[in-house]
Nanobody
């Protein structure tokens, strides 16, 4: 069993910053990629950023230059540094991982989500 636990969400004024963390725990052999998605009421979940096992990153255009995704492999943790936040960044942010467990089975897993609210 593998779990993702997110933290770091909250309330911030426009232009402010937040850092989200996502820690994976359980029967992990290797984590391949980890990603962040976000969702607002009535809309589909939107991909935000991905970091590969080699720390290569990709971002949705709307957050490029403002968000930075990094990972700490020893802790199976990723961090999403969000700067210059805008009201349109308000959403529940979900962490996602593609990994291999100790049984050498590939799987995907979602975190429980963390709310980010940006006021204008």
């Amino acid at each position: 069993q593998v779990q993702l636990v997110e933290s770091g969400g909250g309330f911030v004024q426009a232009g402010g910053s937040l850092r989200l963390s996502c820690a994976a725990s359980g029967s992990i052999f290797r984590i391949n990629s980890m990603a962040w998605f976000r969702q607002t009421p009535g809309k589909e979940r939107e991909w935000v950023a991905t970091i590969s096992s080699e720390a290569g990153t990709n971002y949705v255009d709307s957050v490029k230059g403002r968000f930075t995704l990094s990972r700490e492999n020893a802790k199976n943790t990723v961090y999403l540094q969000m700067n210059s936040l805008k009201p349109e960044d308000t959403a529940v942010y979900y962490c996602h991982a593609e990994a291999i467990n100790t049984a050498r089975t590939t799987f995907t897993v979602w975190g429980q989500g963390t709310q980010v609210t940006v006021s204008s």
